[in-house]
């Protein structure tokens, strides 16, 4: 059984990136377009793997990790974010990621980041 992961991003073209990059090893139980959906989304699938964007509306990224890290079984998140975000990449390793990739991506490096913090 392949493993749950939930895809976080404001933009529908990188959500439909990620999903691509990790359909054929993963089974993708949702999607959300900012923190609060993301957080939902959790709640609801409980999933292995969440690829997380940092700045979206409504609750970044960084926000929506802690929130998911501090429950009782927190899943896997790997931001998947900008070169020029490096600040917010530090915040979002103290708020719990355990991970990153960098936009733009090649399918095979958010494959690889995420096998490397399972």
Do not use: C, W
């Not at 917010?88 to 399918?107: L, N």
Request: net charge negative.
């Amino acid at each position: 059984m392949a493993p749950k992961l939930v895809i976080v991003d404001d933009s529908d073209f990188q959500r439909t990136m990620v999903r691509q990059a990790v359909q054929d090893d993963f089974d993708v139980v949702g999607e959300a377009g900012n923190g609060i959906e993301a957080v939902e989304q959790f709640e609801q699938h409980s999933p292995d793997v969440v690829t997380m964007d940092i700045m979206m509306p409504e609750m970044d990224g960084v926000a929506a990790t802690e929130r998911i890290k501090s429950s009782d079984d927190p899943p896997v998140v790997v931001m998947v974010t900008s070169v020029d975000q490096q600040e917010k990449m530090k915040e979002a390793v103290k708020a719990g990621a355990d991970g990153y990739v960098t936009k733009p991506f090649e399918p095979e490096d958010v494959l690889s980041e995420i096998a490397s913090v399972l």
